[in-house]
């Protein structure tokens, strides 16, 4: 029953910003780390960042200090804010979810958003 709805994607110019969201239902949200993965045309599904319960992030090196992952326990929601757009960050923009109990893997995907930058 868990379902990973992303929202947020659409056009931006290079150098704009938009802020995607994805909204987790069916779960106890806390109890998992979350992640973005993108997809762009020709290309292979790459890991974008990932945030833990605790805080810890990650980020690919493509978009360290231009990306930022956060997440809201409260509203059951991980956001990824992107800055500084490029058109190679064009691409459809999946949300992600896992964890891991007694050594057994659980993870959870969403459809994914479009994020289009081009002037």
Do not use: H
Not at 8 to 23: D, E, F, H, Y
Not at 46 to 74: M, P, Q, W
Request: charged share 15%.
């Amino acid at each position: 029953q868990v379902q990973l709805v992303e929202s947020g994607g659409g056009l931006v110019q290079p150098g704009g910003s938009l802020r995607l969201s994805c909204a987790v239902s069916g779960t106890i949200f806390s109890a998992y780390t979350m992640g973005w993965y993108r997809q762009a045309p020709g290309k292979q599904r790459e890991l974008v960042a990932t945030i833990a319960n605790s805080g810890s992030t990650n980020y690919a090196g493509s978009v360290k200090g231009r990306f930022t992952i956060s997440r809201d326990n409260a509203e059951n929601t991980v956001y990824l804010q992107m800055n500084s757009l490029k058109p190679e960050d064009t691409a459809v923009y999946s949300c992600n979810a896992r964890r891991t109990v007694g050594g057994m893997p659980y993870v959870y995907w969403g459809q994914g958003t479009q994020v289009t930058v081009s002037s």
